[in-house]
Nanobody, 124 residues
């Protein structure tokens, strides 16, 4: 089992940047595929980005391509989401998730473990 703790959220003006971090417990972090999802108020939880266990496969939702970058440091048991050119529509709670088969899943149901989330608010 793995526990996930997100950090790095906050309030930023449109056009600004934030870097989210997700620290994972346990020795098997490098075997998990990792993903970032977000959930805006009153909406469903949506996929943002995913990365396979060795970082060779990465996916992004179209709306963040060119602005967000997912990466991982297996030595630090941490996955990151670097966000640039933030827009008000990026406002949401951002969740980190782990997928035990090591793939970069695109769907909520493919992930086995979830963090508590970190709020990102982008003001116009």
């Amino acid at each position: 089992q793995v526990q996930l703790v997100e950090s790095g959220g906050g309030l930023v003006q449109a056009g600004g940047s934030l870097r989210l971090s997700c620290a994972a417990s346990g020795r098997t972090f490098s075997s998990y595929g990792m993903g970032w999802f977000r959930q805006a108020l009153g909406k469903e939880r949506d996929f943002v980005a995913g990365i396979s266990r060795n970082g060779a496969t990465i996916y992004y939702v179209d709306s963040v391509k060119g602005r967000f970058t997912i990466s991982r440091d297996n030595a630090k048991n941490t996955v990151y989401l670097q966000m640039h050119s933030l827009k008000p529509e990026d406002t949401a709670v951002y969740y980190c998730a782990a997928e035990k088969w090591g793939y970069a899943g695109l769907k909520v149901g493919e992930y086995d473990y979830w963090g508590q989330g970190t709020q990102v608010t982008v003001s116009s």
